[in-house]
């Protein structure tokens, strides 16, 4: 039995024979204590065909991916991730200067088994989500840019860049949640208030618009020029009521036992992380 993903790296190239690791997730097994490695799902490219395969080498940066250490190794087709374009989405003009948002493929370690298209649905679903956004903007919500397009096929979402996340800007050690509030800091308690009221703000646009974030965290809020708090990520967004089963939400920041898209979701996220925030670890809520 082996306990589930642990660590995620992503985009990052490694030259093995025009093998490129887009990402690979480690998988440790739960028997020993503490936990020892067992396993990665790896996702790389070969020229224009993307593959994902198990290995029992570790993997870094500085790593060559070599075939011969390869097991499971299955393509991913591209209707599998990439889903059809539609005339009634936007077209990004260009994606010079945007942040383009690809979809995590770590998930296919069974792709060779059974048809998936689950990925490509969950893509098709944000699209919808953002362009409803475009068409009802809110200064703390990302700005969509509109889809990038190859052949014919949604390759990334394309937003404006912002600077940095909350969760980088107050967390740059990757301390856990607990450990991160209980550590001595020395925060502007008024910048704090402007933050969540900001997110705030963009959360109610979002509940008038029948939404649900579903996965506010501190990494899915960015910090503009300006310090304004701005909403990203609606990989998790669902209609008011919709069932949240295998829907992506971030633990420590959501309460296990809520299975649906309720407004109380983001309300109860935002209370944590003001609490986060101000060093408050009694009025921490919800188990990493």
Sequence with gaps: MFSGSLLLLSLFLCSSRNMKILEFVEFMGSISEPPLFAYSIVVYSEG???????TRARLNRKNDLE???LEQVALI?????????SERFTRAISTDQSFVKRPCLSSYSTIGVSPDTSVAEELLQEVEVCEMLRRHPHPNIAVYNGCEIEEGRITGLCFQKYTESLQRRLN?????KRALAASPKHLDHEWCSRIIKGVKDALYHLHTLGLVHNDLNPANIMLDTNESPILIDFGSTRAIGQSLEDVGRTPGWYNFDVKTAETSNDLEALTEIDAWMRGRTSDLKFDE
Excluded: M
Aim: aromatic residues 16%.
């Design 67 to 69: 075939s011969s250490e």
């Design 172 to 176: 740059p050690g990757h301390l856990g």
């Design 48 to 54: 224009s065909q993307i593959f994902t395969a198990r």
């Design 77 to 85: 087709p591209k209707y599998a991730f990439q889903p059809a374009f």
